[in-house]
């Protein structure tokens, strides 16, 4: 029996590593998991090289609990450690096994699959356990050797009969603070949370399996069962599997198997797999998002060779694609010891590039392939691209091959082709041209109308983010303006150079203007007389282009180049000089009742914009009802 020191640089690196290096004690089964997987991949290349002359057969990981005895263990059937190996990796922290065998291994080793990348993962274990015992047999031939530690750095090492199978068992001996990982229901839910992909069958427990009854069994026979393993992992998730070789259905079901409580199916998927500069693979899902912007939910996935890391991507994942679902998978992924943080690094912002470049391409390669789909899903996805497009420059660059415009009839453009339809009609007598929105079809039903009877076409753009990126397409695109439907007179959104025809002189247009704004009395409104056609609404409220875009994209997250907060509520109130109304109201002698006129005209205008609400619209359908009596 030998007795010694660990080879560590501090006096006792265990109270170190409890309290300091890993913030959650939970993962120690995630790091003692996924040695027990490095050493079982790491027989598996050496059996396909030739170096090592075992069967590997279908090894597994096994899981194991033992109340009574406060066990917990972690069986192997992998490459197993001799004496001298057991003094080297386990004893010298310094070294890392994993880290050694990829080096020396480095050109056939590439694809095992070895998660190795930190020498500290085993001492883990001391965060939960008083002490630590370690069985493990050789794949070479020699005597299996048993490890104990109690936590200090004296540590036994013997050769044993107790173990005569090739692979290691860990023993941890749960300390009293750390009981909850005697409970089945907590090491399932761990099992469950990091495991749940790792490359080797883990097994914890058994479970009860109905055999299918023969086609010609009576029909009151009784189905047998017997008793099996109960793998809890899927070895092959998607994400490890070739594109080629998976069908939609398969998407589907690793879907559902990553969001057990998403019952709605996402609408296409994204297959990552990249191996220069980085090693990077992964599926990224689109689910029905609609205009959505809760990101707190059903998050995408960070793994590392197949062991769950974390689902807070920032940093790798751009802001936008925040909104999806999914994984990513990659060795190359710079992370602090314990895996979890996230470490600053060139390599993240080529990974977080390639991410959106192939976001992209995705969109141009469906909207190519089915522009009908297409179109039935924008309203689904369009919160991701177009907050793609204020959030990331290279996106923004390719986001005309797939950013769809739709209008207010149900038609949907392209950017070029949006261009190309209603530049004729919609270029005002500067040159420019002006693209008319609406953001609610039936609020805004009198404005779109108006605009549809003058020949223009009205888009239907609803999103929270969209003043944003209106914003950015007016600084992008030259000689283009956009302004929502309602926001004046349609004569004033896109004017031109037409003859103005005005039935009232100046001297009644200021007596005019002068009577309605002593009736309205309301800092909110400001008057403007316009000569409309006789036709034409005599009064209409429009908001300000300007005054609500800034609310708007104060109220989605920041308030565009001002910085400022708490915009007012402010209207135009326009006039119709040459209607009807205008001209009763400046016959109407009697004070009174030309204040009515003009109060019952503005209500109306009010009624249109949804703006005549509480004691206000209570009074007006009072006074509605008396007219009706009269």
């Excluded at 429009?542 to 104060?554: I, L, N, S």
Aim: aromatic content about 10%; glycine content about 4%.
């Amino acid at each position: 029996m030998t007795k010694g020191n660990i080879n560590v640089s501090v006096e006792n690196i265990f109270p170190l590593i409890k309290k300091f290096l890993y913030s959650d004690h939970e993962i120690f089964l995630r790091e003692l998991i996924s040695n027990a997987t490095d050493a079982t991949l790491k027989l598996k290349h050496l059996t396909s090289i030739g170096e090592a002359k075992v069967e590997y057969g279908n090894p597994k990981i096994e899981v194991k609990i033992d109340k009574e005895q406060k066990t917990l263990r972690i069986i192997d059937q992998g490459i197993g450690m001799t004496s001298e190996e057991v003094e080297k990796y386990i004893n010298q922290v310094a070294f890392s096994g994993a880290e050694e065998f990829l080096e020396k291994y480095k050109d056939s080793a590439k694809d095992s699959g070895i998660i190795g990348h930190f020498g500290l993962g085993f001492y883990s274990a001391f965060m939960v356990a008083e002490k630590v015992e370690i069985l493990t047999k050789s794949y070479k031939d020699g005597s299996a050797v048993r490890w104990i530690c109690d936590g200090s750095p004296e540590f036994t090492l013997e050769e044993t009969t107790d173990k005569t199978d090739r692979g290691t068992e860990i023993i941890l001996h749960i300390a009293e603070d750390s009981t909850e990982f005697l409970e089945e229901a907590k090491i399932r839910e761990l099992l469950s949370k990091y495991n749940k992909f790792m490359p080797v069958p883990i097994k914890f427990g058994t479970k009860t399996h109905t055999l299918p009854l023969p086609e010609d069994a009576p029909e009151d026979a009784v189905a047998e069962t017997e008793e099996v393993d109960n793998i809890i992992n899927n070895p092959a998730p998607a994400w490890t599997i070739a594109p080629s070789e998976l069908t939609n259905e398969d998407y589907m079901k690793f879907y559902h198997e990553l969001y057990p409580m998403q019952f709605e199916e996402p609408l296409f998927n994204i297959h990552l797999n990249v191996d220069y500069p980085f090693n990077l693979t992964g599926v990224l899902f689109f689910p029905k998002l609609s205009n959505n912007l809760n990101i707190d939910k059903d998050k995408i996935q960070l793994y590392q060779n197949q062991v769950f890391v974390t689902d807070e991507v920032k940093g790798i994942v751009p802001d936008f694609l925040m909104l999806l679902r999914g994984v990513i998978d990659s060795p190359d992924i710079p992370l602090n010891v314990s895996r979890s943080y996230l470490q600053a690094d060139g390599a993240v912002k080529k990974i977080s590039s390639y991410i959106t470049k192939k976001v992209a391409d995705k969109m141009s390669s469906l909207i190519n392939e089915n522009r009908e789909d297409y179109e039935q899903k924008w309203n689904d996805i369009k919160i991701v691209i177009e907050y793609g497009i204020i959030t990331e420059e290279k996106f923004a660059e390719k986001a005309d091959k797939f950013t769809l415009y739709p209008t207010t009839d149900g038609k949907y453009f392209l950017w070029n082709e949006l261009i190309e339809k209603i530049q004729p009609a919609h270029t005002d007598k500067d040159g420019n041209t002006v693209i008319l929105y609406a953001t609610n079809a039936d609020e805004q039903h009198s404005y779109i109308q108006a605009a549809n009877d003058k020949g223009y076409d009205v888009l239907l753009l609803d999103s929270p983010v969209i003043s944003h990126v209106i914003q950015k397409l007016e600084t992008s695109k030259e000689k283009i303006s956009f302004a929502r439907v309602d926001a004046d007179h349609i004569n004033n959104l896109i004017k031109k150079d037409e003859p103005v025809i005005s039935k009232l002189n100046e001297t009644e247009k200021e007596s005019l203007k002068k009577n309605v704004e002593e009736a309205v009395k309301d800092a909110k409104f400001t008057v403007q007389l316009e000569d409309l056609d006789s036709n034409d609404a005599p009064f209409t409220i429009t908001q300000p282009e300007f005054m609500r875009r800034m609310k708007e994209m104060q109220a989605s997250g920041g308030g565009g180049m001002f910085g400022m907060g708490g915009f007012p509520e402010m209207y135009n109130l326009v006039v119709n000089s040459n209607s009807e109304l205008s001209n009763q109201i400046l016959k109407t002698e009697s004070p009174e009742e030309k204040e009515t006129l003009i109060k019952y005209a503005l209500d109306l205008a009010k009624l249109s914009q949804n703006l005549l609400k509480g004691k206000d619209l209570t009074d007006f359908i009072q006074r509605s009802y008396k007219q009706l009596e009269k």
